[in-house]
């Protein structure tokens, strides 16, 4: 049991929290033009949509929220179809946030998987920080300025999961 007493809930039952909805938003930031955020990275547009996007399309606030909570939902169904271990609130809404990043088949193949679903709850917290290349380099190199934000929220991440043990 965790530190906090708190039980693992089975993942059919778990939905991702506003607070954690809107800590993407935030994290993702918005743009109403579809823009490349990182050099070598795709196309995004709203909140970090990247499905069918192409240079030149627009969004406006209310049809970024509405496609952001659509996405969402698509990596929450990705994490109740891989993840066969009851979790905390506040691990699902990290791995979902993950999720929302690096896209649901990446994350259902992760090592984070791997150990959650060997009730390995410590280690899957880890895995998140293997998620720190982009396009070959190493985004945890000490002051990289290429992606230092993709490690900054690696970072976050893992505290968020972490504390939840």
Not at 99 to 106: H, L, S
Request: proline share 5%; glycine share 8%; net charge positive.
């Amino acid at each position: 049991m965790n530190l906090h007493n708190k039980p693992r809930l089975v993942i059919a039952t778990l939905s991702l929290s506003a607070a954690a909805f809107v800590g993407i938003l935030t994290r993702e930031g918005y743009s109403d033009q579809a823009m490349i955020p990182v050099p070598g990275d795709v196309p995004t547009v709203g909140f970090g949509t990247t499905h069918g996007v192409t240079l030149g399309d627009s969004t406006t606030p209310v049809k970024a929220v509405q496609r952001a909570l659509a996405d969402a939902s698509q990596f929450e169904g990705a994490i109740k179809q891989c993840v066969k271990v009851p979790l905390l609130q506040a691990e699902y809404d990290a791995y979902t946030d993950i999720a929302y990043n690096i896209g649901p088949t990446a994350f259902c193949k992760s090592t984070m998987v791997r150990r959650l679903n060997v009730h390995d709850y410590s280690g899957a917290c880890e895995a998140i920080l293997l998620f720190k290349m982009f396009k070959g380099f190493d985004c945890s190199t000490p002051g990289n300025t290429r992606c230092a934000g993709l490690w900054k929220d690696r970072l976050r991440v893992h505290g968020q999961c972490m504390r939840a043990q």
